[in-house]
């Protein structure tokens, strides 16, 4: 089987060579589920149709998304006389242009581009890598997507793929473990336990079977970076679990993937497959001895199966409801056996550990965060998508350099990392190194990585009322501090949201997070708080403004705003007053519009449809009609 | 109603740990999961029903009503609230005359809310069966309603 593989690998990176260096034109364009939501397939079809009535030979590759979501779908052309160029935002109608433009006339269109892809220069093109979108990104376990066919197994293997399983193979389980000890890797989708530490409880205690298990259920609303990795790199995901199966001696793994990702689902049951065929899972992996197979579980919609325990139980076909511990599951996991359970992203991290050694993997990073982190950066930020950075990266820098900055000239307001479970970081603290200990040290967690920005638009209350909903929602009832706590904290702050809060619901909010905190049984109840925590430590102020003012500053809680009709801009156009579906407006042709609170519903219609020219609507803080 | 679950039985042998799969797979060829059906799949894995049943309800993709023809998830994530998810969803009701967790009388539309559906740098988004619908704002909703209507 070695020698097969090893042939297999000489065969790829002879043809990943030819690929780039035959004259025939390469088309790669992004079709993850980012790219396809933006319209890539219909991309495609339209590349095609282009290429075929012109004569055209060329190569159209579907690769996994490069993060740059904002400018999907992604098409790079290499043609034979010119570097790689990409182009952001092709639609199906820009395609005929742009291919004219560079196929036919041999002219790369600028006005479409977002650079070179590749070092290469060309006269008039940034080069994209050193646009600052990327030039501060370290790509290791993002390297491979965008660039790969994820559904070809020799793709994976032209860029060295495996090697770090042949490595492990070579050095022996203890080793494996030792190295990755020595990387300082720690576990990517939560509390940043280290990876290493865990595998050897497991390693160490005696049982017939033992298992590893993937959480893949990417449940942080706000997160992403699993499903961009499935679906663009699924063969790093199978390499690390392999690698982690044999320092663990378990001879099964199963993938726990949520069923809301068909995409990143159907790669991994194409990769696994693949990978049986070459003899990579099986009984005596490439002749080492070691028996190991992949399985893969469809997660059904549970938050709390992220918990170790909830994902162990909903494995056995149980309710995803979790368990005290200890035992941990390193010691008494799934079926009573010992089990690990390793994120996507560390696993992956582990193939490149083997591949590059420990003293590469650490080389960035901080001293207690080595390494890089993948981070959705998402919400009111220019360049949303997924990056990837070294670990200690100050927030600042991630939000106003990689991801630059906030659109439509607003102002900053707060950034939220760690979804449901993290808390929220204002202006004065945005020089916070993301590391785990650092944002622990401000009240917020690392998470899996999701990083939501906010911008004076976004009105603080209501984003912790939104956190709590989802924590309510998702507690799985066992226990009552989370079950009862969480519906409790969403009471109050739905009656702040709706102006009939009191200023004691402060204090009592204070209580009950201290309370759910201390009282809960797993990790979802114990950080369910930190949204409210966090806001009532930084933005207080917004909670008095809904309390005391009855006002919502940031002009988001229906309750405590009106609107209003700037009787010197009117022109009394009528538009608004045909679109209000409550006929809350008064006035005639040319005669100033009116809008009777009483009536008036704040579905904002007439704030829409006034012409963007006259713009007499305004919305203000503060109800004009009392709030009984 | 005659429900035939021989096909989704043969790819398992009846164990407690394959009940997750087995009403995933009930659910794909019946559409949601109806009564008959609950009680097939309690006696296949010889476990009483009440716990089938404690078992689906704790799920939230599973479905005790028929899904319309078209479904509609409306992304409910961080990303899309920042964005404007909520006066999205005003415009999918208003448009489909639905509420939330409801299937239109004439079974063409049903419509739901997830907590996340991944796509969150294209924020506000939703899903109608498995395609996503990206940025997406009252305007959009209104002109993709009125094309399947």
Known sequence: MQVKLDALIEKSKIEWANLYSSKKTVILVGTATCGRSAGALDTINAIENFTNSNGIECEIIEVGCIGLCYAEPLVVIYSEDKPGVCYGEVDEKKVKTILKAHLIDHNPMQKYSLGTFGDEKVEGFPVLFNEPVLKYQVRRALAKCGIIDPTKLEHYLSFGGYEGLKNAFEIGPEKVIETVKDSGLRGRGGAGFPTWRKWQFCHDS?????????????????????????????????????????????????????????????????????????????????????????????????????????????????????????????????????????????????????????????????????????????????????????????????????????????????????????????????????????????????????????????????FA???????????????????????????????????????????????????????????????????????????????????????????????????WIDPELCVGCRVCLGSCPGGAITGDVKVVHVINDNLCTKCGMCYEVCPPKIDAIEIIPGSSVRVV | MQIDLESVFSGYSGKREEIIPILQDAQEKLNYLPKEAMRKIAKFVRVPESSVYAIATFYAQFRFKPMGKNHVMVCRGTACHVNGATRVLEEVEEQLGISEGETREDMEYSLETVACIGACSLAPCMMINKDVEAKINKKKVAKIFSQGN
């Open chain 1, 206 to 462: 005696d049982s017939d079977q033992k298992y590893l298990i993937c959480n893949a259920d990417e449940g942080d609303p706000g997160a992403f970076m699993n499903r961009a990795l499935l679906e663009g790199d699924p063969h790093a995901l199978l390499e690390g679990m392999i690698i982690s199966g044999y320092a663990l001696g378990a001879s099964t793994g199963y993938i726990y993937c949520r069923a809301e990702y068909p995409l990143a689902l159907e790669r991994l049951h194409l990769s696994i497959e693949q990978a049986k065929d070459i003899g990579l899972l099986g009984s005596n992996i490439l002749d080492s001895g070691f028996d190991f197979n992949i399985k893969i579980k469809e997660g059904a919609g549970a938050f709390v199966c992220g918990e170790e325990t909830a994902l162990i139980a909903s494995i056995e076909g149980y309710r995803g409801m979790p368990r005290p511990r200890p035992p941990f599951p390193a010691v008494k996991g799934l079926w009573g056996k010992p089990t690990i359970i390793n994120n996507v992203e560390s696993l992956a991290c582990v193939s490149l550990i083997l591949k590059n050694g420990a003293e590469w993997f650490s080389e960035v990073g901080t001293e207690s965060s080595t390494g890089t982190k993948t981070i959705a950066l998402v919400g009111k930020i220019k360049n949303t998508g997924l990056v990837e950075v070294p670990l200690g990266t100050t927030l600042e820098d991630l939000v106003f350099k990689v991801g630059g900055g906030i659109p439509n000239g607003k102002k900053f307001k707060a950034v939220q990392t760690g979804g449901p479970s993290g808390g929220c970081v204002p202006l004065e603290l945005l020089n916070t190194p993301v590391d785990y200990d650092s944002l622990n040290s401000v009240g917020t967690i690392m998470g899996s990585g999701g990083v939501v920005v906010m911008d004076e638009d976004t009105c603080m209350v209501d």
């Open chain 1, 465 to 563: 009322r939104f956190f709590l909903d989802f924590a309510e929602k998702e507690s799985c009832g066992k226990c009552v501090p989370c079950r009862l706590g969480t519906k409790q904290m969403l009471d109050i702050l739905e009656d702040i949201v709706n102006g009939k809060g009191k200023i004691e619901d402060i204090k009592l909010l204070e209580d009950l997070s201290e309370g759910i905190i201390s009282g809960s049984l797993c990790g979802l109840g114990q950080t369910a708080p930190n949204p409210v925590k966090t806001t009532l430590k930084y933005f207080r102020e917004e909670y008095e403004a809904h309390i005391i003012d009855k006002k919502c500053p940031s002009k988001v809680c229906k309750e405590l705003i009106h609107y």
